[in-house]
């Protein structure tokens, strides 16, 4: 049964750094694409950062391009975000999920989520 559980969100205030993990189990992990995607309150989903099987490819949505970084350390099954310079607006529920296979396109094509891990962000 695969499992990915997302952990170190929490309350910060704009300008604040925060990194979160996203440990996997269950799952071959070095052969999947993982990514982070985040729900705002009173949002769809939707993707904010991707990593192919290596950790040689990546994808930055705009909105936090030049702030957040996506990681992935396949001897721990783990992948992180590292998110920079927050704003109000990145208050979310952040998932992490993995891809179909090596790489992440489609984007939107994913296989298992976890469970979320809420980040606020004050003003």
């Known amino acids: 049964q695969v499992q990915l559980v997302e952990s170190g969100g929490g309350l910060v205030q704009a300008g604040d750094s925060l990194k979160l993990t996203c440990v996997t189990t269950?799952?071959?992990?070095?052969?999947?694409?993982m990514g982070w995607f985040r729900r705002a309150p009173g949002k769809n989903v939707g993707i904010i950062t991707a990593?192919?099987?290596?950790?040689?490819?990546?994808y930055y949505a705009d909105s936090v391009k030049g702030r957040f970084t996506i990681t992935r350390d396949n001897a721990k099954n783990t992948v992180y975000l590292q998110m920079n310079s927050l704003e109000p607006e990145d208050t979310a529920v952040y998932f992490c999920?993995?891809?179909?296979?090596?790489?992440?396109?489609?984007?939107?094509?994913?296989?298992?989520w976890g469970q979320g891990t809420q980040v606020t962000v004050s003003s």
């Open positions: 999920a993995s891809y179909y296979s090596g790489t992440y396109y489609p984007l939107s094509e994913l296989d298992a």
């Open positions: 269950g799952l071959n992990f070095s052969s999947y694409a």
């Open positions: 990593i192919n099987w290596s950790g040689t490819d990546t």
